[in-house]
C-alpha cells in the first residue's frame, strides 16, 4: 500500500486514527461467599458500634436530666425550708411584739423590761419584711434578665414614665 494524504503517520488509515471509543465496562465481577460474609462482618461491627454510641449518647442525656431534676428538687426544698423559717420568724416577732406591748400597757411607766421585748419583737419583724422585699426584688431581677432583650436597667427604665411625655401639651400659637 502506499501512503496518502489521509494516511496517518502510523501507517494507519485515517478511518483508524480516530478515537476510539472506549472498552465496554467489564460486567461485574461476582462476589463470592466468603468475600460476602467477611464484608457482612464488618458491616456488622460498624453497626454494633453506632449503637454503642447512640446508647452511650442517650446514656448521657439521661444522666444530664437526672441532674437537673435533683437540682431543682434541692432547690425547692431549699426555698420550701427558707419559706417555713421565715414564716416561723415572722410568727415569732410577732409574738414578742404582742408581748413587749403588753408588758409595756401593764407597767405603764413603772420598769424598763418591756423595752427590751419589744425593741427585738420590731428588730425580727423588720428583718423578715427586709429579707422578703429582698427575696421579691432578686426574683423579678431574675425574670426580667431572662426575657428577650431584658435587663434590670431597662426594667426600671420603663417604670418611671417619661417627664416630657407625663406633663400636658402648653398651650401656643402651634398648638391651636
Do not use: C, Y
Request: charged fraction near 25%; charge should be positive.
Amino acid at each position: 500500500m502506499t501512503a496518502t494524504r489521509e494516511d496517518a503517520p502510523d501507517g494507519r488509515t485515517a478511518r483508524a486514527a480516530r478515537p476510539r471509543r472506549p472498552p465496554a465496562p467489564e460486567p461485574p465481577r461476582r462476589t463470592s461467599d466468603a468475600e460476602l460474609g467477611a464484608l457482612l462482618a464488618v458491616l456488622g461491627r460498624h453497626i454494633r458500634r453506632i449503637v454503642q454510641n447512640a446508647t452511650g449518647v442517650a446514656t448521657i442525656a439521661a444522666r444530664k436530666l437526672q441532674l437537673k431534676a435533683v437540682d431543682g428538687l434541692t432547690g425547692f426544698a431549699t426555698a420550701l425550708v427558707a419559706l417555713f423559717v421565715a414564716s416561723v420568724a415572722a410568727a415569732v416577732a410577732a409574738v414578742l411584739f404582742v408581748l413587749g406591748l403588753r408588758d409595756a400597757l401593764m407597767q405603764a411607766a413603772a420598769g424598763r423590761a418591756w423595752v427590751g421585748e419589744l425593741g427585738a419583737g420590731l428588730v425580727v419583724l423588720a428583718a423578715v419584711f427586709l429579707g422578703m422585699r429582698w427575696v421579691r426584688a432578686r426574683a423579678r431581677r431574675g425574670i426580667v434578665e431572662s426575657a428577650p432583650g431584658g435587663s434590670p436597667q431597662e426594667s426600671t427604665d420603663a417604670a418611671k414614665p417619661d417627664a416630657a411625655a407625663a406633663r400636658p401639651p402648653r398651650d401656643t400659637e402651634a398648638t391651636k
